[in-house]
């Protein structure tokens, strides 16, 4: 969906224009779409074009098959003029006490390597020890909460002058932020993202990962940091929860950081001993 179609079609308030530009951000057809949920073109055309309103049901299964972020499914059900479906429940409520508990655990048992969660701008809302011992040197104007992952690590005082590859990681988190700015219509998030992408690539991070042999055996794109001397060598993997039914826990996503080599695996268990 782009960003004028975006604005537009919430502009208009009404429920099909709405599920039109999701439908044409996800590259569905009508019919496609029809066939997903057990309806008809005709019928999907009539809600787009506002001669037919949508059942509730009918607006959760078109979000459900266009991949709808939660968040959103609760602006599309109100613009079809139902109450929002899903909670938005603050992490610190005592509902979610057994959430935050599983989170701690599981962040604590990735230890030594390095494990957080943040939410849908990246703010971090649990960290391991791994993770704070990268932050080792950080200006403390820069870990003042709520802390910003991207912002720590792109920012010229945070991490960037000590990722050797910076370049290529930069262009990495940037396509990821630009991702999850078409996925939701967040003007803070896209605020973040002109920040960030506004910082000035400092020199000593300007370097790009050389295709040699070592380079061609990395998996995955890996972030080169430096730690006390050392070059540390992570590979990074995202994970959400599965088919959530609140806004808040919807957007959370854990990032745990693999060590890439056995020189980074080695160093890591001295961290925490």
Known sequence: MSTATSQAAYADGSVGPLLRAWREQRRVSQ?????????????????????????????LRLAEHLDVPVRERNALLVAAGYAPRFPHTPLDDPALDALRAGIEQLIGGYEPYPALVVDAMYDVVAANRGV?????????????????????????????????????WRGHLLERMEQQIALRRSEPLRALYEEVAAYPVPESGAGLLEETEDAAAYFALPMLIEHEGRTLSFVSSISTFNTPMDVTVAELAVETLLPADPATAKYLQTWLS
């Open 132 to 168: 704070m011992t990268l932050f080792d040197g950080v200006p403390e104007s820069l870990l003042v909460p709520p802390l910003n992952a991207v912002r720590l690590t792109l920012h010229p005082q945070g991490l960037a002058p000590r990722i050797r590859n910076l370049r290529q």
């Open 31 to 59: 019919l496609e779409l029809a066939l997903r949920a057990g309806s008809s073109a005709r019928h999907i055309s009539f809600i787009e074009t506002g001669r037919s309103r949508p059942s509730e049901e009918m607006v």
